[in-house]
């Protein structure tokens, strides 16, 4: 049986960063396993075309189970089946989050997680256009660019923004959030830079290296509450690997809860209900799910508004206080597009805008569960969305906020019929059914493996999974609470993290026992 140093399960946004720095040892042996094919479907390279691979054969295309507080809608759930995972298919905005996010980690139990602890590891992956500063790096793999032709409509958004009396805010990931402005995108020379793109290609000749698609892991191996190896199913035969050090689990918040539980790794009673046996009884896995909730606001335009083939669907945003309390984070974020894009039952083709209102921190909590014992299976998914009435009225708010920016002069010239929601939804009632009848996701969750020592904590501040030797979580999962804004860049950073903390004396990881406070 073929024994590597470390086996990496998922080409995503961690997985291919941390194949990277793991195998920059020449004596280090990893196995890369993705369930997805290579990245070479052409829609992916161009920026404009991601809206086109949700629903592809590059997107799981999973589904959440009817939700209760939305008229028992399934939301679309899509995650990246593919090299480079949801980097590959995602709309390219680098976001850090709020240096608040890290500390609260830190506060919560997770020491070397503060902003000061991780903005080094940003700083490393990144290559930033505009030049090196505190705050940014030139030296890292990653492009972070500005967009290359935004629309001149998207402009205008922050020019109204500016004239409601919110600030323009140039980079969104240095000294402050607060503000309007265009966002930087992971483009490089006007194509999708993924993390396949920026990490992987360029080492794929590694000796120390093997990556295999289309492998579907099936179960993590033990003896005892050892990690020893994996099993999964390539070109239909079974096959097992063995690992000489760990197990590196980055599969993303559906797929690597869901693994674990395959793996005996979860609530007992859960596991033991489809007959898994099992090895640890952690009950928080695929618990705390967590994701940013977004509700689109369409207008007609009166004119071509020459959005650009090397632009993605979100070009100008803005980060603020709902409450103007400015010590804290932000708790809303907008997105602004220079397509029209709404959700079925209203016009969306054509000419026209969208503005999308997010709630950074929203307080809805869900899950992730197995549908079955069989691996093929889609795991269960509850979002939760709006069980708060907080986040309710906090959308209802950024709802009116938005079309107040749309009736700014800036939009004069551009400005047509509203589509979504329509004018005569004005009344809170008819905010509230039209939020309900329309909210989806950000493309954002986290949180199901999170990073703590409570007894829901799944991984320890170092990635390792509590009760057993030798497996790692390292993805958006092990996040405790949500980034303020798009994750991407977040979950590139904790891969970087990670690799270091593997990175010890020997090339054995420290072990600690089971730590629950």
């Known amino acids: 049986m073929t024994h590597y140093d470390y086996i990496v399960i998922g080409a995503g946004s961690a997985g291919c960063v941390v194949a990277n720095r793991l195998t920059e040892d020449s004596k280090t042996r990893v196995l890369l396993l993705e369930a997805g094919n290579p990245d070479t479907k052409p829609e992916i390279q161009i920026p404009s075309k991601c809206l086109s691979l949700l629903g592809s054969e590059v997107d799981w295309g999973y589904f959440s189970e009817p939700e209760p507080y939305l008229n028992n ?54 290559n930033q256009q505009r030049g090196a500063d505190a705050y940014h790096g030139v030296d890292g793999e990653l492009s972070v660019t500005d967009l290359i032709s935004p629309a001149i409509i998207s402009q205008r958004f922050v020019d109204a923004a500016v004239a409601l009396g919110h600030h323009n805010n140039p980079d969104f990931n ?12 992971t483009i490089k020379d006007g194509k999708r830079h993924s993390t396949a793109a920026a990490f992987l290609v360029p080492i794929l000749d590694r000796p120390n290296l093997t990556t295999t698609t289309g492998a579907l892991v099936t179960r993590l191996l033990f003896e005892g509450t050892r990690s020893v190896g994996v099993e999964y199913v390539h070109e239909g035969t079974l096959h097992q690997v063995r690992v000489n050090r760990e197990v590196i689990l980055s599969a993303g918040a559906f797929d690597s809860p869901k693994l674990l539980m395959l793996s005996g790794i979860g609530d007992a009673e859960h596991l033991q209900a489809f007959g898994i046996s099992v090895v640890v009884d952690l009950p928080g896995v695929g618990q705390n799910l967590q994701d940013h909730v977004l509700v689109p606001i369409t207008y007609q335009a009166t004119q071509d508004l020459h959005a650009a083939i090397s632009s993605s669907i979100g070009e100008a945003g803005l980060f603020l206080h709902s409450e103007g309390n400015l010590d804290t984070a932000p708790d809303l974020q907008f997105f602004f597009a220079p397509i029209l894009w709404a959700l079925p039952g209203y016009t969306n083709s054509g000419l026209g805008f969208t503005g999308m209102v997010s709630l950074t921190h929203p307080q809805n909590i869900g899950s992730v569960s197995l549908r079955s014992p069989d691996p093929k299976d889609a795991p269960l998914i509850r979002m939760n969305y ?14 009116k906020l938005m079309r107040e920016l749309f009736q700014t002069s800036a939009f004069d010239e551009f400005r047509g019929r509203a589509v979504a ?48 030797e030798g497996l790692r979580v390292v993805d958006a999962s092990i996040m405790p609470t949500l980034t303020t804004g798009n994750t991407n860049g977040p979950i590139i950073a904790i891969a970087e993290k990670a690799a270091d903390l593997m990175k010890v004396p020997g090339g054995v990881s420290r072990q600690r026992p089971l730590a629950i406070a």
């Open 421 to 468: 929601p329509g004018a005569d939804v004005n009344s809170d009632e008819a905010l509230e059914a039209y939020i309900r009848e329309t909210c989806g996701t950000v493309f954002h969750p986290v949180g199901t493996c999170k990073m703590g020592t409570d007894s829901m904590a799944v991984v320890d501040p170092e990635l390792r999974v509590h009760g057993v």
């Open 174 to 185: 240095a000294i402050q959030q607060e503000g309007a402005g265009l966002y930087q995108m």
């Open 73 to 126: 809608r399934k939301i679309y759930c899509p995650r990246g089946k593919v090299l480079g995972g949801s980097s590959s298919i995602n709309v390219m905005i680098y976001i850090r989050g709020n240096p608040q996010d890290y500390d609260h980690w830190q506060e919560l139990g997770n020491p070397g997680w503060s902003y000061q602890d991780v903005l080094p590891y940003f700083k490393k992956s990144e």
């Open 386 to 399: 709006l069980q708060s009435k907080s986040d309710v009225q906090k959308l209802i708010a950024a709802i």
